[in-house]
């Protein structure tokens, strides 16, 4: 059904309190799209919604909301509506939503969990914000490795129902050490007196606890895991990672380094549901700092305005270079930056980054001089010499330019920083003063008129 033809019809259902049918078409809707929808309706509207929907729907949708909603609607329910809700959400969902709402909305939640949810709640949120440990779920199957296939498959039919994925299993030793796991495709195609010992697969990825969160997406992306044993310092098993988190961490990986190679702040809200001074606020503080580096580049003109005076014309080619290195830059530093996020590129490999980078800088930089050239003679009405001074910094601004865009997020990775803050606004403000020094340096040496 069209987007627009369904909202017309829930609200014609809605005013008239049509709520039986209402609910029949709710209950065939996927539950992130009916996130969306429930935000057409104001805060009186959506518990009503809500409460028509069965528990496990519910729960569902409730996970898929933004935060706001989310507040707003555990601000309406009573408390054994809430701890109906929190008993149908898995541990890492109800703790990415602790995450996000305030100090009085966390004890009521806390407080509405048993106690042993509670624990394992409090559990993970002692982890760092961005590790393994703060995305994992407690919820999986555990088996025995001197258990048979028949027996594991009662182990799944009892405990299954409660966890976040069954198609996994790990097998652990009493104290938790994990030793393999066996997926529910091995046991299906295997005998039912078998031991798990003897088909379990024992040669295992796993990660800690304390690794980074996208190294977790990456290792999961690179052997198309569906889930990943997570381990602490005694390789005990202490919860799994599922495939949908890890898509959400490459998605807000991925938006957050959009948005600093933008000259942006990050910011975890949709933009429609940002105010205009959270959007101010999270963007002056880079234009701010760009508008006033910007000055060395006002500087270094000043300082040649006698160059400019006796040769007004070599001011027409300022944009052109002061863009091209801007944007040889950029393109760099966005390859490199994509690149490290992979996983493609490290540290080590700085060496043949830079001498791949020179030898396409040099590509480049040629096959601009030639067009840059042609254009300063024949469109630009320029004499040789200056379309050769031109050439000449468009060659060097290049070279230097990539060579900058190459190296600097490297480094930034190398020493702690996010690279995508060495991203094109910051290398396009370097670019833009080494491209004057180098213009005005030329031209100073080549033309006559500045000797």
Not at 118 to 131: A, C, H, Q, V
Not at 370 to 375: E, P, W, Y
Request: charged share 25%.
């Amino acid at each position: 059904m069209d987007e627009k033809v369904l909202i017309e019809l829930v609200s014609e259902l809605f005013d008239k309190k049509e709520y039986a049918e209402l609910r029949k078409i709710l209950i065939g809707i996927e539950p992130h799209d009916l996130a969306k929808l429930a935000e057409r309706f104001d805060k009186k509207e959506l518990p009503i919604i809500f409460r028509l929907l069965p528990k496990e729907l519910a729960a569902e949708v409730f996970v898929e909301m933004e935060p706001d909603m989310q507040e707003d609607l555990i601000s309406s329910f009573s408390d054994k509506e809430l701890e109906a809700m929190l008993e149908e959400l898995y541990i890492d969902d109800a703790v990415d939503i602790i995450e996000e709402m305030p100090a009085n909305v966390v004890k009521r939640i806390l407080s509405s969990t048993d106690s042993e949810t509670r624990g394992f709640i409090n559990e993970i949120l002692k982890y760092p914000k961005d590790s393994a440990g703060s995305i994992m779920t407690v919820e999986y199957i555990r088996l025995d490795k001197a258990m048979t296939v028949a027996d594991a498959f009662k182990r799944i039919r009892r405990v299954g129902v409660d966890k976040e994925t069954i198609y996994t299993c790990y097998v652990t030793e009493p104290d938790k050490t994990l030793t393999g796991l066996v997926t529910v495709k091995h046991l299906l195609l295997a005998d039912e007196d078998s031991i798990i010992d003897d088909i379990m697969q024992k040669n295992i990825i796993y990660v800690n606890t304390t690794d980074d969160k996208e190294h977790v997406a990456r290792e999961m992306s690179k052997y198309d895991f569906l889930a990943i044993p997570v381990v602490d310092g005694e390789n005990r098993l202490v919860g799994i990672v599922t495939v949908d988190d890890a898509i959400d961490v490459l998605q807000e990986e991925s938006t957050e380094d959009i948005q600093k190679m933008a000259a942006l702040t990050p910011t975890d809200k949709p933009y429609l549901r940002t105010s205009v001074f959270e959007i101010w606020f999270k963007r002056i503080p880079w234009l701010m700092m760009l508008m006033i580096s910007a000055t060395f580049t006002g500087t270094i003109i000043s300082s040649f305005e006698d160059a400019l005076s006796k040769m007004v014309i070599l001011a027409v080619f300022i944009p052109m270079l002061m863009d091209t290195g801007g944007n040889s830059g950029g393109q760099a530093a966005a390859t490199i930056i994509i690149g490290l996020s992979l996983g493609e590129i490290s540290m080590s490999n700085i060496l043949k980054v830079i001498w791949k980078e020179i030898r396409v800088a040099l590509l480049c930089g040629i096959t601009l001089a030639a067009v840059g050239f042609g254009k300063a003679i024949f469109i630009d009405k320029a004499d040789v010499l200056t379309a050769l001074v031109v050439c000449s910094t468009l060659i060097v601004t290049v070279v230097s330019a990539k060579l900058l865009g190459c190296t600097l997020p490297i480094l930034a990775k190398r020493i702690g920083f996010d690279p995508a803050v060495m991203s094109s606004p910051i290398i396009t403000t370097v670019v833009d003063v080494l491209s004057l020094l180098f213009y005005f340096g030329i031209a100073t040496a080549i033309l006559p008129q500045l000797q």
